[in-house]
């Protein structure tokens, strides 16, 4: 009950053994350059990584019976103990680019987008969040509306993973595109090919961390695509993402749980190797609790993480309901990402000035760590999603 | 095309690999294991042959238990059949009697079209067992391949030397060993993971193979493993400060070690 699969092992020796020779040595650098790197996507494509929670004919791997969201999770964790911005560039590249598609698409959609996304030859990305409505994403001011057979589409977007690579291919955005007739705004889902006119992409964010990751900032001014680029159903769009969202949680508890293991590695070893006063520093207490409250955070994390990957496995063969991975989900994702942020800062401590050197890995995870607590649903977002779900509502 | 690889499961060269003291052998329970990196080039080979035209990859590896996981590492990458060849006896086993060993079971496999090999294993690094296995097997011996093309019913490859390189063209079948410049081996996907649990692996003993205990072991080797020595500690680096002069000190340097 309490460990993976042989075949879940397997494929984490697999990622790990990839993560450190084509990712790890190239980190330092890319970081220091806000570089994203473009030809690392193909490479994780033939890995599999992107299709693994998709079905064999779209080139994919997924057999439902073989845990293939926890082997998500797998990659993530590993892919995230050697970078941060690795793990969310495939985790936003499978969660909020391919899942979508793949859950609400026609097969006509599916067929046009997912093959080139599950080979890691494309991108897609997934908008929600603008200038004035985050948290509060039903807020959404970017409109739609039906001109003929064409939506032509006005409003922005801000914080957009994945969204101006240049292999980026498509971006699905939610927009207003009429009233229920409770009054309340109408939300649908549209997808929005890169390099249609009227969509700009705006120059990449400055951002505290996450520096390899490419996240833009969107505009549309009366862009125009086919009636048939809605994706699911009109006026499901805010539904949609809120499922999207809670998949999307449990592959940012494995991101988190990757920085945990590597925080737990990196101060093990230097409190082992740095001496101060004769003698190694992690024979302090002061030193050796904060490592032994980095394991504890470390093991904590991998359990919610895989309770909720497993639980999400087990829903999707119809044994477990949405309402148990939705209040898992949330869970894992407010302890893990808060655990980061925790761990990250004792890591840093441990390595005193070095901590606060670039030269250091823990440095980059200290900047990284913190968007953990704000991406996909902050911690206050996730804390009223627990809170409602045991009859506290809000 | 029926290709037959040859694989080996090797100490891993990161971990502190050692001797067992007792009979001077690898010492392989201390340290993890895997398919020794130089074979996945081999496989590698195997593989995009089998892919471009129509084709069985059958991997056989000899080992204690463990080595199995060599096998399982290359059902992973996609080939489609393995062997184990495992027996008390084959311990301490040499260059010599690995190729007895290994011929016997390509035999008892089957005629290939196309046996490949890596071009050394990474612990022992004598690189003679594909010479020695397609001699027993009467098969053209193609070794050192950095570029490998079948047509038809021959095979055509490229050795690199320091100064030219060769292009060799033998008749199939033949035996052919790969460098590590011949291709870029693949990483296993989730889905090659999930079905190489479903790919047939034969474990054969001697008897199996009809091969006696005197020939393999210590007992048959024909090399004799006298004495180990622990590789010298590193010693302390030198720092030159460069007062003018960096340059010849560093020539002196170079010039009392040889190199010039
Ligand atoms: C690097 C990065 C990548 C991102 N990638 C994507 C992406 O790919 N797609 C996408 O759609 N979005 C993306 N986002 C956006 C992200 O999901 C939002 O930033 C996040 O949901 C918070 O929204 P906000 O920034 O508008 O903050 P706000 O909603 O303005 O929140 C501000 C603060 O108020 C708190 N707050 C708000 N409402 C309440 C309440 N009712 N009770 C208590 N506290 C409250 C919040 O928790 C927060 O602390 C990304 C963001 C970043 C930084």
């Given amino acids: 009950m309490f460990e993976l699969s042989q075949d879940h092992e397997d494929f984490r020796a697999m990622v790990r053994d990839f993560a450190e020779r084509e990712v790890a040595p190239h980190v330092a650098e890319w970081d220091r350059a806000h570089h994203f790197p473009t030809d690392l996507a193909p490479k994780m494509g033939d890995l599999g990584l992107f299709g693994l929670v998709v079905p064999e004919e779209f080139g994919g791997s997924a057999d439902p019976e073989g845990g293939p969201f926890t082997a998500l999770c797998v990659a993530i964790e590993e892919l995230g103990r050697i970078d941060q911005s690795i793990g969310i560039t495939l985790s936003a590249g499978v969660g909020l680019g391919i899942n979508p598609i793949l859950t609400y698409g026609s097969p006509a959609q599916k067929e046009r987008w997912l093959p080139d996304l599950v080979s890691g030859r494309a991108l897609a990305a997934f908008g929600l969040t603008e200038p004035d409505a985050g948290s509060d994403a039903g807020a959404t001011r970017t409109k739609a509306s039906l001109d003929g057979d064409s939506w032509v589409v006005n409003g922005a977007k801000a914080f957009i993973t994945n969204s101006g690579t240049e292999i980026t291919s498509v971006v699905t955005v939610t927009a207003r595109t009429g009233e229920s007739a409770d009054g309340r705004p109408e939300i649908s889902a549209i997808m929005i090919p890169s390099g249609t006119t009227g969509f700009e992409v705006a120059p990449a964010y400055d951002k505290l961390g996450w520096n390899i990751s490419d996240t833009h900032g969107l505009t549309f001014s009366d862009v125009r695509v086919p009636q048939e680029n809605l994706l699911g159903d009109r006026g499901q769009g805010f539904k949609q993402f809120l499922k999207t969202l809670d998949d999307g949680r449990i592959a940012i508890s494995a991101l988190a749980l990757g920085l945990l293991v590597r925080m737990r590695e990196e101060a093990t070893a230097y409190a082992q190797a740095r001496t101060a006063f004769g003698r190694p520093i992690g024979v302090n207490q002061g030193v050796s609790f904060k490592v032994a409250d980095l394991a504890v955070m470390e093991e904590t994390a991998r359990l919610l993480t895989y309770k909720a990957a497993w639980l999400k496995d087990q829903q999707e063969l119809g044994k477990h309901s949405v309402a148990e991975v939705k209040q898992a989900a949330a869970i894992a994702k407010l302890y893990t990402s808060e655990a980061a942020v925790t761990a990250t800062r004792l890591a840093t401590q441990i390595f005193g000035g070095n901590g606060f050197m670039e030269e250091y890995p823990v440095a980059r995870f200290y900047r990284d760590a913190k968007i953990l607590e704000i991406g996909e649903g902050t911690s206050e977002v996730q804390r009223m999603v627990i809170a409602r779900n045991l009859g506290l509502s809000s | ?260």
């Fill in chain 2, 1 to 260: 095309m029926n290709i037959v690889v040859c694989v080996k499961y090797v100490p891993d060269a990161q971990a502190d690999r050692g001797f067992d003291e007792s009979d001077l052998t690898t010492n392989r329970e201390s340290v993890d294991g895997l398919l020794s990196e130089l074979d996945e080039y081999a496989v590698e080979e195997a593989l995009k042959i089998a892919e471009a035209g129509e084709g069985e990859v059958t991997v056989v590896t000899i080992g204690p238990d463990k080595a199995a996981d060599a096998v399982k590492k290359a059902l992973q990458m996609g080939a489609d059949k393995g062997v184990h060849i495992s027996d008390e006896a084959i311990r301490g086993s040499d260059a010599f009697a690995t190729s007895l060993l290994l011929a016997k079971a390509i035999e008892k496999i089957g005629a290939p079209d196309l046996v490949i090999t890596g071009m050394a294993s990474t612990d022992g690094t004598m690189g003679v067992v594909p010479a020695m296995l397609a001699e027993r097997l009467g098969l053209p011996q193609v070794t050192f391949a950095s570029e490998l093309t079948v047509d038809g019913d021959g095979v055509t490859i490229r050795r690199d030397g320091d100064t030219a390189s060769e292009t060799i063209i033998a008749k199939l079948p033949a035996l052919v060993s790969v460098t590590d410049q011949i291709n870029e081996p693949r990483y296993p996907s989730f889905k090659g993971i999930m079905a190489a649990k479903k790919k047939p692996v034969e474990t054969w003993s001697l008897a199996d193979l009809g091969v006696d205990a005197g020939a393999v072991g210590a007992a048959g080797a024909y090399t004799k493993v006298l004495s180990v020595t622990k590789r010298p500690p590193r010693e302390q680096g030198q720092i030159v400060t460069d007062e003018g002069d960096g340059g010849s000190k560093l020539a002196d340097f170079l010039a009392s070690r040889k190199f010039i």
